[in-house]
């Protein structure tokens, strides 16, 4: 047998494991788990305040075990200061909710969102002297668009992973400036840059975006341009949220998007959001990529903000689900099998 043919037929068995679920741990770099919006507060603090700060993960134990890096977007600041902005929603949750975070072993999250500025920059401040004291790291909002536009960064074993993240959410009044805090709007005149430096710092870079609209299960161009600029620019990952329901996944240029995560420990009984997944995303030493997608029941009449693993029928339909809102956004062929594991075949 030829090299090149000994070549394609060891690919070929990779791509095979990989699609059935057997991932080849001998050269794992790191663990990613994403998960999508969390609101401690309303009736999940009322839960939460009964039931203990572990409460929340204590069905999706063993799905999130394994994570080096454990993803979320914190929709709601901590702090007790501030008065509410004039909009419809304003959410702001105790202080020691952030232990909810520690006992899930949540190590990194976006305040670029549409409620970081609820209670304006002082309570701002709050959050980000909480999450400080206890080494969580974050990006995304500031004092000013100086500090809005700060990468986290983290070392996981051997390498160094970058993290911005960026709102395209109203209000407008939200987004930072050069002398006002809020949330990074992610301006041309910098963004792109931005996303170059940290990629020529770190190994691997997440950009997270909170965009699209709310309950639409499909992105609108300017998400799809805009992910692709990312990438173009150096991003790794690209982890969005905001519509509260899930929306399809991109394999671009060897990248994957997850357009919108969902909900994931959110203080409603929303009639809409039912149904959400953890992306969970094994990074290689060579910096490729095997996703799973782990399909999650948010449906709070029933989970209690309590999230537990989809099964049977409920499992197969949801990434049947999945499977429909991905192939809509790849030029070339992409499959999900029983397990959540995604494969692109291409063209």
């Known amino acids: 047998m030829s090299l090149h043919k000994i070549s394609v037929f060891i690919a070929a068995v990779g791509l095979v494991a990989l699609f059935f679920g057997f991932i080849p741990d001998n050269n794992a770099s790191f663990t990613i788990i994403a998960s999508g919006d969390t609101m401690m507060g309303s009736w999940a603090e009322d839960v939460i305040s009964d039931s203990g700060y572990a409460y929340p993960f204590q069905r999706i134990?063993?799905?999130?075990?394994?994570?080096?890096?454990?993803?979320?977007?914190?929709e709601?600041?901590?702090?007790?200061?501030?008065?509410?902005?004039?909009?419809?929603?304003?959410?702001?949750?105790?202080?020691?909710?952030?232990?909810?975070?520690?006992?899930?072993?949540?190590?990194?999250?976006s305040l670029a969102n549409n409620h970081t500025m609820d209670y304006g920059p002082d309570c701002l401040k709050e959050t980000i002297e909480t999450l400080d004291k206890h080494q969580i790291k974050y990006a995304g909002a500031g004092l000013n668009l100086k500090e809005a536009r700060k990468s986290a960064i983290l070392s996981i074993s051997n390498k160094k992973v970058g993290f911005l993240s960026y709102s395209l959410t109203f209000p407008e009044e939200f987004w930072a400036t050069d002398t006002t805090a809020g949330t990074c709007f992610p301006w041309e005149e910098f963004t792109m840059a931005d996303v170059k430096a940290l990629k020529d710092s770190c190994d691997f870079v997440i950009v997270s975006c909170h965009w699209g609209q709310e309950l639409r299960d499909t992105p609108k161009d300017y998400q799809k341009?805009?992910?692709?600029?990312?990438?173009?620019?150096?991003?790794?990952?690209?982890?969005?949220?905001?519509?509260?329901?899930v929306q399809g996944i991109e394999f671009y240029k060897d990248k994957f998007i997850a357009y919108s995560l969902g909900n994931f420990i959110f203080g409603s009984y929303s009639e809409s959001a039912r149904d959400s997944f953890?992306?969970?995303?094994?990074?290689?030493?060579?910096?490729?990529?095997?996703?799973?997608?782990?399909?999650?029941?948010?449906?709070?009449?029933?989970?209690?903000?309590?999230?537990?693993?989809?099964?049977?029928?409920?499992?197969?339909?949801?990434?049947?689900?999945?499977?429909?809102?991905?192939?809509?956004?790849?030029?070339?062929?992409?499959?999900?099998?029983?397990?959540?594991?995604?494969?692109?075949?291409?063209?």
């Open 61 to 74: 134990t063993p799905l999130i075990g394994d994570a080096d890096i454990f993803f979320t977007n914190l």
């Open 76 to 109: 709601a600041p901590f702090g007790t200061t501030g008065q509410p902005f004039e909009k419809k929603f304003n959410f702001q949750v105790k202080p020691d909710l952030v232990n909810v975070l520690l006992a899930g072993n949540i190590n990194l999250v």
């Open 225 to 245: 341009e805009l992910a692709h600029k990312l990438i173009d620019n150096g991003a790794d990952l690209i982890l969005g949220h905001h519509p509260h329901v």
């Open 278 to 347: 953890l992306l969970k995303t094994i990074v290689q030493d060579d910096n490729q990529m095997t996703a799973q997608i782990v399909p999650i029941n948010v449906y709070n009449k029933v989970v209690d903000f309590r999230p537990e693993p989809l099964d049977g029928l409920q499992k197969k339909q949801f990434l049947d689900k999945m499977r429909r809102l991905s192939l809509e956004l790849n030029a070339d062929s992409i499959g999900i099998n029983g397990d959540g594991f995604v494969n692109i075949i291409k063209s």
